[in-house]
T-cell receptor, first 114, second 111 residues
């Protein structure tokens, strides 16, 4: 299995809602990431988990809350979002085996905040 | 944050033509990655380069890791309509660190 699976693929939420994005990988990768991408722009890093511990938080607002329940799963909890948070949210994972980091992205969740 | 200088920003070519795009950085990287992204999808890894000077091919794609570790190029030979998309270069220091992306090259292939 060489995939990163993200659910849901599309999400529409109101500014008072609470929702969660989910990400799963079974490649044995020990680093997992959340990126945010606006149209026609490169992805921007939000969070990095290394060995299930949060190692990088790119000064992301607290309305985004990451969680890593185990080495295969990564969640992003959303609460009280703003319309400008509408974007494609990408999960990625990478390994440390030999020289092949296999930095792999999921297909993303298209989030619309109304 | 830091970004790579990727050029060109866009290309309009005829089917069958060859394509070349490149990325430069003021910092060195240990790994260079090239991704292709279709609308509404995540980036798909095309080629990964791990050693300075390395030249790697994947079908019609060829990429090189610059000897100074500050640049990389990607060539696509004999382009086809399904090559349409945005191509991103990315530099990586080590696993568990952020990818530094270029701004992307939007490729359009006319049949």
């Amino acid at each position: 299995d060489t995939e990163v699976t993200q659910t849901p693929k599309h999400l529409v939420m109101g500014m008072t809602n609470k929702k969660s994005l989910k990400c799963e990988q079974h490649m044995g990768h020990r680093a997992m990431y959340w990126y945010k991408q606006k149209a026609k722009k490169p992805p921007e890093l939000m969070f990095v988990y290394s060995y299930e511990k949060l190692s990088i938080n790119e000064s992301v607002p607290s309305r985004f809350s990451p969680e890593c329940p185990n080495s295969s799963l990564l969640n992003l909890h959303l609460h009280a979002l703003q319309p400008e948070d509408s974007a494609l949210y990408l999960c990625a994972s990478s390994g440390r085996t030999g020289a092949d980091y296999g930095y792999t992205f999921g297909s993303g969740t298209r989030l619309t905040v109304v | 944050g830091q970004q790579l200088n990727q050029s060109p920003q866009s290309m309009f070519i005829q089917e069958g033509e060859d394509v070349s795009m490149n990325c430069t950085s003021s910092s060195i990287f240990n790994t260079w990655l090239w991704y292709k992204q279709d609308p509404g999808e995540g980036p798909v890894l095309l080629i990964a380069l791990y050693k300075a000077g390395e030249l790697t091919s994947n079908g019609r794609l060829t990429a090189q890791f610059g000897i100074t570790r500050k640049d990389s190029f990607l060539n696509i030979s004999a382009s086809i309509p399904s090559d349409v998309g945005i191509y991103f270069c990315a530099g990586l220091w080590t696993s568990g660190s952020r990818l530094t992306f270029g701004e992307g090259t939007q490729l359009t292939v006319n049949p």
